[in-house]
């Protein structure tokens, strides 16, 4: 178990108040049980909506035995602190993502390397093909996590004052990213500076001159009103976010085989289903707003971004070894 897990062990108190209803499995399973869900996305994201959906569909599957108890907006626990959670057994469910998994084993962020992705379709052979039955049984192993269902955020796209259509476009500006190293790497591979700065201070990054450009996702662009102070975009998609439903193993191993396939079918239909559909409706409705408050480049040239991509990927491999390769080479080949 990692250090920061270790660190983290304080959170039992809070965590185990709130879990102190038993877990029975077998035949005594007529005594209810209530598994909390802890996230951090606010309920008016999709996210939530489809955690509550996944609620009802395992009460009406367990007959009312087994009842979720849904935890937003941090209330309990951050992106990182609910996956620590999920291994010290304090925590029975959270959405989480890869990225955030690579904390404790680097080859999960796989995922989040850059224009490495034709589009939703090569996603979704990738998170519902053998490379996510793979990663499945990785995080299960080296974690001690159970993943319920890998699902989808969006691609990201760029916004900014000047019109983008192509790698060279990118030289010189001051591109905000996440604080991510492999975004970061992106940005320097294109050329671009990359600028750090909170999501919070965005709006006013770009429209003071702080940072030229930023990349997030399409519907983040039109809830925050970006396209105010970014009159131009570029449907790049060059790097694509998951959200995923996951579950702690001992919690999971304390249910009875039926109610734990009841879990994992409603997962299944929340999110690879009907999460995956509604989010694409969402991110092509954003898309097409963009359209009509910007300048926006739906066709730029990808090749030449792609071009650029070959050291960002090269440095991934050489920190994770065989497993990070054998992910993108997986990733590549369902291209």
Known sequence: ?????????????????????????????????????????????????????????????????????????????????????????????????????????????????????????????????????????????TLGIETLSLGASGFRVFLGRKEIRNAADCRGIKLRVPEIPTWVEMARALGANPTPIPAGEIYTALQTGVVDAIEVPSDFIVSSKLYEVGPNATRTHHIFTEVSMFASSKRMAALSPAHQKVIRDAAKKATEVEMWDNNLKEQTEAWAEITRRCKAVSDPDLKSFQAKMAPVIDNFVKKTGAKGKAYVDGVLAAA
């Open 1 to 141: 178990m990692s250090a920061q897990v270790t660190r983290r062990t304080a959170l039992r108190g809070l965590a185990g108040a709130t879990l102190a209803t038993p877990f029975i499995g077998g035949a005594a399973n007529a005594q209810a049980v209530k598994l909390v869900f802890s996230h951090h996305l606010p309920t008016a994201h999709l996210g939530h909506k489809t955690t509550v959906d996944f609620a009802r569909y395992v009460a009406e599957g367990t007959n009312g035995q087994i009842s979720i108890d849904i935890k937003p907006s941090s209330q309990l626990f951050n992106l990182r602190t609910s996956v620590e959670a999920l291994q010290l057994g304090t925590l029975d469910m959270c959405w989480s993502d890869l990225a955030t998994l690579g904390n404790w084993q680097p080859q999960f962020g796989f995922l989040s390397m850059p224009f490495i992705f034709t589009g939703y379709e090569h996603v979704r052979r990738v998170l519902y093909g053998a490379v996510g039955k793979q990663v499945a049984a990785d995080v299960q192993a």
